[in-house]
Structures are given as C-alpha cells and as structure tokens.
C-alpha cells in the first residue's frame, strides 16, 4: 500500500510567505542534508490538514485553507 499527499496551490503559496519570513529569522541550514522544513498531513473524516514545521525556530504553520473545505 503506498499514500501520496500533496499540496494545492493555494497551500505552496502559504508555505512560500511563510518560509521567506521564517528565512529573515535564521537563515543557517539545520544539518548538512538540509532536513530545515518538516511537512505534516494529518487526516480526518472531512479533508486533510497540512502543516509545516521550521526545524530552526520550531515554529509550525497550518497550510491548509479551511474555508476551501
């Protein structure tokens, strides 16, 4: 069995402000292989939460547009 899950446009634009701003906080890589962005999809009966997690600040963004659901 194998799951896929992916971001909407939408959900790329909301991950690409928000790491501009996370990149003015601490630009240094989080270890040689990279590994600074950590993607969660979390599932429920109605839709598919993504999230993201800035390795360096340990700060998390919800992706996901409610209003969309």
Same mark, same amino acid.
């Given at each position: 069995?194998?799951?896929?899950?992916? &971001? $909407?446009? $939408?959900?790329? #634009? %909301? *991950?690409? %402000? =928000?790491? /501009?701003?996370?990149?003015? #906080?601490?630009?240094? &890589?989080?270890?040689?292989?990279? !590994?600074? =962005?950590? *993607?969660? *999809? @979390?599932?429920? !009966?109605? !839709?598919? %939460?993504?999230?993201? #997690? $800035? /390795? /360096? @600040?340990?700060?998390? #963004? @919800? &992706?996901?547009? *409610? $209003? /969309? =659901?």
């Amino acid at each position: 069995m194998r799951y896929k899950f992916e &971001l $909407d446009e $939408d959900e790329i #634009k %909301i *991950f690409e %402000i =928000w790491k /501009n701003e996370q990149m003015k #906080k601490s630009d240094k &890589l989080h270890s040689s292989v990279g !590994g600074r =962005w950590s *993607f969660t *999809f @979390t599932t429920t !009966g109605i !839709g598919i %939460i993504a999230e993201v #997690k $800035d /390795n /360096n @600040t340990g700060e998390t #963004k @919800t &992706l996901t547009n *409610f $209003d /969309n =659901w």
